[in-house]
């Protein structure tokens, strides 16, 4: 069975930084292109990374310039490292994957970005 489990959120000022993790089970996950997006209260979910079974990274406009994507040594774990956080950054971050014709979500972890 596919899990995907993220964490690593919580709350920090802006300007501040957070790397979130999105870990698998079930699949070998660098085989598959993993997506990040987000959700913020009241806001359609936004794209915000991809990382592809070859490496190849990209991002959404907000996000790029600030925020990377890579592949842990785990080969099972993905990062997302998020620079110079606003505001608006503040969302539920969720990390996602098809698989066969069916799309796979984590549970979400909530980054808050707050004075």
């Known amino acids: 069975q596919v899990q995907l489990v993220e964490s690593g959120g919580g709350l920090v000022q802006p300007g501040g930084s957070l790397r979130l993790s999105c870990a698998a089970s079930?699949?070998?996950?660098?085989?598959?292109?993993i997506n990040w997006y987000r959700q913020a209260p009241g806001k359609q979910r936004e794209f915000v990374a991809q990382i592809t079974n070859t490496g190849s990274t990209h991002y959404g406009d907000s996000p790029k310039g600030r925020f990377t994507l890579s592949r842990g040594n785990a080969k099972n774990t993905v990062y997302l490292q998020m620079n110079s956080l606003k505001p608006e950054d503040t969302a539920v971050y969720f990390c996602?994957?098809?698989?066969?014709?069916?799309?796979?979500w984590g549970q979400g972890t909530q980054v808050t970005v707050s004075s």
């Open positions: 996602g994957t098809g698989i066969e014709g069916r799309y796979y």
């Open positions: 079930g699949i070998i996950f660098s085989a598959y292109t």
